[in-house]
């Protein structure tokens, strides 16, 4: 097809960069340039499924009187995201005791008074147990011991706010604002919620970004000058206004390909088939225009930089295995 699809390392290492376009608290877009589609691919795919978040993944509900079922309520609070760095925490697998290291709890406590109007439930609401949980456990066989602590979900050493991670920056919900339930008159909600560390492969609460995606750089070309009538005529084809006028004096007019990182591919300007004679559309194989939009728990530059190092770690791996 006439088409090079050879990846050679020293063409990689000189002609790769990233260019970083836009840059906000919650999201980023930057040009990933001189790569191939494939490791394009994996850096989003590596961004979905394997960079790990605190999400609520066990909630112990101790009343319940609201219009929305357990199982939707815990599936409402699980898709919550937790405003917390999951690199200060652990894994728990299925033999560990939840304790500091692995494990947050937060407590929701919500009644709506008979003769009140109806209240919305939001996740600020939520609010964070730094000694863990306060539910007791209920025992078959009274303690011994009456004067013995009575034995809770969770097995903290030390209060989570005491560690200087916390101290000054208390857990809490990224959004205030997120409707967990509406409760009406003599309705209740009472419950604990934990949340452990996972990943996206695993369940999309734990996934840090809303969405992940590359698209290729546009190219528009024009084939010949398009002038007067038929430069006005071009530029309002366009829906995404990739094209301008530029005026050379006296009376005369000339189309000019201003913004072609804006273009879509709808291929609007070459619909008739006299245009396709004067314009051309192509993509740029090698450059990718990437967007991290993240849930929040992560700045986006800080996603990135990590999921380049799990890429990196998966290369070793690689490396080594064929070595």
């Not at 090079?4 to 020293?10: E, G, I, V």
């Not at 930057?30 to 978040?53: H, K, Q, S």
């Not at 699980?78 to 560990?96: A, H, K, T, W």
């Not at 734990?206 to 009538?229: G, H």
């Amino acid at each position: 097809m006439g088409v090079d699809n050879s990846l050679r390392l020293d063409h990689f290492c000189h002609n790769f960069r990233v260019e970083v376009v836009r840059l906000t608290e919650e999201d980023m877009e930057f040009d990933m340039i001189g790569i191939d589609a494939a490791i394009a691919n994996a850096f989003r795919r590596i961004l979905i499924a394997e960079l790990p978040t605190m999400a609520i993944e066990k909630v112990l509900i101790a009343n319940n009187t609201s219009v929305v079922q357990d199982e939707v309520l815990a599936h409402r609070l699980g898709l919550i995201p937790i405003s917390v760095d999951p690199r200060l925490f652990e894994y728990m697998s299925e033999n560990d005791q939840p304790n500091e290291k692995n494990t947050i709890v937060f407590k929701l406590h919500v009644h709506c008074k008979r003769g009140s109007p109806r209240i919305t439930v939001k996740s600020d609401e939520l609010k964070w147990l730094p000694n863990g949980s306060e539910l007791i456990k209920e025992s078959r066989k009274v303690a011994s011991d009456s004067a013995s602590k009575p034995e809770t979900y969770t097995s903290f050493s030390c209060s989570q706010d005491t560690l200087p991670e916390f101290a000054n920056n208390p857990i809490a919900p990224k959004y205030p604002d997120i409707i967990i339930s509406k409760l009406g008159p003599g309705q209740e909600i009472e419950l604990e919620a934990h949340a452990v560390k996972g990943m996206g492969k695993t369940h999309a609460k734990w996934s840090p970004v809303a969405t992940a995606w590359y698209r290729m750089l546009p190219e528009v070309v024009l084939l010949e000058e398009v002038e007067d009538d038929l430069a006005e005529g071009l530029k309002s084809k366009c829906p995404v206004n990739v094209f301008d006028i530029e005026d050379l004096g006296k009376g005369k007019k000339r189309a000019t390909v201003a913004r072609p990182r804006a273009c879509t591919l709808c291929r609007e300007c070459i619909r008739d088939e006299e245009w396709e004679k004067r314009v051309a559309i192509h993509r740029v194989k090698d450059h990718f225009i990437f967007t991290i939009e993240s849930t929040g728990a992560l700045p986006p530059e800080v996603l990135f930089t990590e999921a380049v190092k799990i890429l990196e770690d998966k290369c070793e791996r690689v490396i080594t295995e064929l070595s």
